[in-house]
């Protein structure tokens, strides 16, 4: 349940949600150079199609999200990447919502960047394509405990009485956990076996204008 619906949360959190996924847009799109967009546009795409395969677990369902792969290649760019994909789900398939766009945008693309600026050059250091699959499946569990996380905190913002579904709804998060440590772990071994440039995010050179 990564795409929360409308109608759920309280207008404070949507609110806050909103800002937050505001400033990392605004931070993502200053960071990263034109040469980028290609990439930030295919991972988007990405996340957009996979997204769209739920499975359900329990009394809701997961999707892959990818979000550590995507946080360290595109770093502070996954903000705009996930919020376009979030943008065209909503409209389109109806998935998600549109009040919910900025809350939804933060729970998925921020552990993702934060796990792209943490473990992203230990990744990019690794002496051999095991260490670097390795520290991106540590990367990718970190980064789906993270989006879990914020749907039970603003699912518990709005509402204690959510609590108890929040726990649960947390609980659901672990398959999918693994699942993405797996996949994560097999395309980092790869590219840093073939195309090692392609973990390294394309950012606007210090003092290039925005």
């Keep these: 349940m990564a795409h929360i619906p409308d109608g759920i949360l309280t207008l404070p959190v949507l609110i806050g949600g909103g800002l937050c996924a505001a400033a990392g847009v605004a931070v993502g799109l200053r960071a990263l150079d034109d040469r980028a967009i290609p990439r930030v546009a295919l991972l988007a795409a990405v996340f957009f199609a996979a997204s769209l395969v739920a499975v359900p677990v329990g009394p809701s369902s997961v999707h892959l999200m990818l979000s550590g ?15 376009v994909a979030l943008a065209l789900q909503a409209a389109l398939f109806g998935i998600g919502g549109m009040t919910t766009l900025g809350v939804n945008t933060v729970n998925i693309a921020l552990p993702g960047a934060l796990v792209g600026l943490v473990l992203g050059p230990m990744i990019r250091a690794a002496r051999s394509p095991a260490r670097a699959g390795g520290l991106a499946a540590l990367g990718a569990v970190l980064a789906v405990a993270g989006t879990a996380g914020g749907v039970v905190l603003a699912l518990f913002l709005s509402a204690p009485e959510f609590a108890p579904v929040a726990k649960i709804l947390g609980l659901t998060y672990l398959p999918l956990a693994l699942a993405e440590a797996a996949i994560t ?3 980092t071994a790869f590219l840093t076996r073939v195309e090692p440039r392609a973990l390294h995010p394309v950012l606007r050179e210090e003092g290039e204008s925005a």
Excluded at 69 to 83: D, H, N, Q
């Design 69 to 83: 792969l995507m946080g360290v290649m595109l770093g502070w760019g996954i903000f705009p990447a996930v919020l």
């Design 185 to 187: 772990g097999t395309i």
